[in-house]
């Protein structure tokens, strides 16, 4: 739906035009892809955490930690937008393309951003409100406004952001941190650079013709791709760890291992990739992969968690 706004001009005259910013636009501005794995990771948090909620509190504590993600991804399209604008992945964003204004979605950000973190501590407790808020604010600010365009590192730093959602759904549950939320935080963590950098590898161009300073255009292909594996090993063993802390079965265990071994296999892949090769077929295949390996990840915990309390599993 077209929405009519005035603004004055620079004689001081009104001036009226019709604005093509629609219901889509502001839903595309909360990055819903995106979004989604934040809730998902978030829900698997709060089902795997000891104790019990209120189904109507864990669905409440849900859309809040939905909406501060979708907060945080205004934000960083109302500050990313001049970037945004270049590079051929988000071209068609709403602000780039004209659709929204700067200010909207800057407006539309921090109007969400509050608004989800007080209702969270009001209905849920205070502790996950604090970790949303903290983590709207890694996402927005030291992460876009001041990583991502200083240093290789942004997305090793920065993929905090994205690994709290599990820590916050557990705090909704107990109220408090505990070593097992830490062990989820690292599982997102330590996926985030070999996500972004097999990313990162097949759209080098892109980032280059914007001086985002992405590993593989300061470090070059070469070191990105040693990185992609020490990480996936990295991952690949933390997501075991669950089972010997004894919050997961050994069943879950196996199946973080298999799954592990996939991960590495396809980091393997893009480690013997040559440098230069414009097909980046092994790169693509580890991103797609790496989302389904994320999923798969927090689905079995779910899974072993809810098959344990029915005690199916000694």
């Not at 502001?26 to 209120?54: D, E, H, Q, W, Y």
């Not at 933390?238 to 973080?256: D, H, K, N």
Request: glycine share 8%; net charge neutral.
């Amino acid at each position: 739906m077209a929405v009519i706004e005035h603004h004055e001009a620079a004689n001081g005259t009104g001036e009226v035009y019709l604005s093509e910013a629609g219901a889509r636009d502001f839903f595309a501005l909360l990055k819903p892809r995106v979004m989604s794995l934040v809730v998902f990771t978030a829900f698997a948090g709060l089902v795997v955490a000891p104790g019990t909620i209120n189904p109507a509190i864990g669905l409440i504590a849900i859309l809040c930690i939905a909406v501060g993600a979708g907060a945080s991804g205004a934000l960083n399209m109302w500050y990313d937008a001049d970037i945004d604008a270049i590079m051929s992945r988000t071209a068609r964003r709403p602000v780039p393309a004209g659709r929204i204004q700067p200010r909207e979605a800057l407006a539309f950000g921090l109007t969400l951003s509050a608004f989800s973190v007080v209702i969270l501590g009001l209905a849920v407790n205070w502790v996950s409100a604090a970790l949303l808020a903290f983590t709207i604010f890694f996402y927005a600010v030291v992460y876009t406004i001041w990583l991502k365009r200083s240093t290789p590192q942004n997305i090793v730093i920065g993929g905090a952001a994205g690994a709290f959602p599990p820590m916050i759904g557990w705090a909704c549950v107990t109220g408090g941190v505990s070593i097992e939320s830490v062990v989820l935080f690292l599982i997102t963590f330590l996926w985030t650079p070999p996500h972004f950098w097999a990313l990162a590898l097949f759209k080098m161009r892109d980032y280059e013709a914007v001086g985002v300073p992405m590993l593989p255009n300061v470090s070059g292909e070469a070191t990105t791709k040693v990185q992609i594996l020490v990480y996936a090993v990295l991952t690949a063993i933390i997501a075991v760890v669950p089972t010997f802390l004894g919050f997961a079965s050994t069943g879950y265990g196996v199946i973080a291992a298999v799954l592990g071994a996939g991960f590495v296999w396809y980091a393997v892949g893009v480690f013997r990739m040559p440098d230069g090769d414009r097909a980046m077929v092994p790169a693509k295949k580890l991103f797609a992969f790496s989302i389904v390996y994320l999923f798969a990840i927090f689905s079995a915990l779910m899974l072993d968690h809810l098959v344990a309390s029915f005690g199916w599993v000694a």
